[in-house]
């Protein structure tokens, strides 16, 4: 077990060194409207939907999910090197924003980062409250959601479906802790999302292969928690500044 989840767990605990090395690179912070612009020294990534294919090499946008509030895009990171992909380690990343605001730019240096060792770093668009107007109980679902179809389309991705880690920061922290619990006991401790789940095709949860989070919002989630077992994934947890 140890062996089998080695190479991936390499690859994350690095993501703890990409923090500092990006932000001697990163210039400035801007904000166009919706859209965020992260300045690197290399590239320009353009964060949300506005996103354009190829604008960063190994970038690509693929729609996971259709929702009555509209579909829901993948931003991919392929290693730059690899001319065709089969059977690499895959880091599904949530970005933060309490539910209520953020997109998958979050991790864009990150993901840059890591994907020159050879992993494919999927930065996940979620449902949020300011623009979509929901509640966490979405946001969860859909993190699912993302895992589910990943996984399934694993050979289409070209990575291997047991080597499927997660991570991500804050509410997108919290997204990554629930992401091998089931839908029922998240319920059960949602006083405002039992609805929700009831009202959307239910998931069934994928068991990552690792999880890094960074800050991660595990507040008022005793409940949830409370009942984990050794088949839980090994977890890094990063707290502080």
């Given amino acids: 077990m140890i062996m089998k989840f080695s190479v991936v767990l390499k690859f994350l605990f690095q993501s703890i060194i990409c923090q ?55 931003h991919i990171f392929n290693p730059k090197s690899a001319k065709k992909i089969s059977d690499a ?7 933060g924003g309490g539910f209520k605001s953020g997109d998958p730019g979050q991790f864009y240096p990150q993901a840059k980062y890591l994907s020159q060792f050879g992993i494919v770093v999927i930065s996940v668009q979620y449902r949020i409250k300011n623009t979509h107007g929901t509640e966490r109980a979405h946001s969860v679902m859909d993190g699912k959601s993302a895992l589910t179809w990943i996984s399934d389309n694993a050979e289409l991705l070209g990575i291997d479906r047991d080597k499927i880690s997660v991570g991500g920061g804050s509410a997108g922290g919290f997204m990554a ?28 949860s ?19 928690f409370s009942e984990l077992d050794k088949n839980y994934p090994p977890t890094l947890i990063l707290v502080g500044t």
């Fill in 177 to 204: 802790a629930v992401a091998p619990i089931s839908m029922k006991t998240i319920a059960n401790s949602d006083r405002d999302g039992n609805q929700v789940y009831e009202s959307e095709p239910s998931i069934e």
């Fill in 20 to 74: 500092v090395f990006f932000a001697s690179m990163i210039i400035s912070l801007g904000s166009y409207g919706n859209t965020t612009v992260l300045y690197i020294d290399d590239q320009n990534l353009i964060a949300g939907p506005d996103l354009k294919e190829n604008s960063h090499i190994g970038v690509k946008k693929l729609v996971y999910k259709k929702t009555p509030h509209g579909e829901l895009i993948l």
């Fill in 206 to 224: 994928i068991k990552p292969a690792a999880a890094v989070l960074y800050n991660p919002g595990l507040w008022k989630s005793e409940s949830i």
């Fill in 89 to 95: 380690p895959a880091l599904v990343l949530f970005h």
